[in-house]
């Protein structure tokens, strides 16, 4: 084989894998463009939901539109007829706790991670606890 042949076969190949090379290139940028797109656009969609949502709430409260009308509205966007409000929760609770001769009722008692009790995480921003009164 002579070395013209081989020389054009060699400029070939890297010609296409130039090409290959500009066309990746050009498909991730479109990529890009076209998340970036999507990410607006889903921004501009929850706006508009969170505003649908807001309107519904206090037009049915203010009973501009029926409950039916708020369902409606509500299965069309896909939201819940629900608002939130922060309520603020005193749970009291009576334990016995077992404390042998001799030990110092406050030093058991203050072992206890009363904080450490679960609740749904979703729903409590807060959790505190004190003990108040001890019994003996």
């Given at each position: ?56 709430i206090e037009a049915l409260e203010q009973r501009e539109i029926s409950q ?31 404390v042998p001769a001799g030990e110092d009722v406050d030093s ?29």
């Amino acid at each position: 084989m002579d070395q013209t042949m081989i020389n054009a076969t060699e400029d070939y190949l890297k010609s296409q894998i130039a090409q290959k090379d500009e066309r990746i290139q050009q498909l991730e940028e479109h990529v890009q463009r076209v998340t970036q797109r999507d990410y607006a656009t889903r921004g501009e969609l929850q706006g508009i939901r969170d505003g649908m949502h807001t309107w519904t709430i206090e037009a049915l409260e203010q009973r501009e539109i029926s409950q039916t009308n708020a369902e409606e509205i509500a299965e069309i966007c896909g939201f819940e007829l629900t608002k939130e409000v922060e309520v603020e929760v005193n749970v009291t609770y009576y334990i016995t706790v077992e404390v042998p001769a001799g030990e110092d009722v406050d030093s058991i008692i203050s072992d206890i991670d009363f904080d450490a009790i679960t609740y749904d995480i979703d729903k409590i921003t807060h959790v505190s606890s004190s003990v108040d009164n001890v019994d003996y």
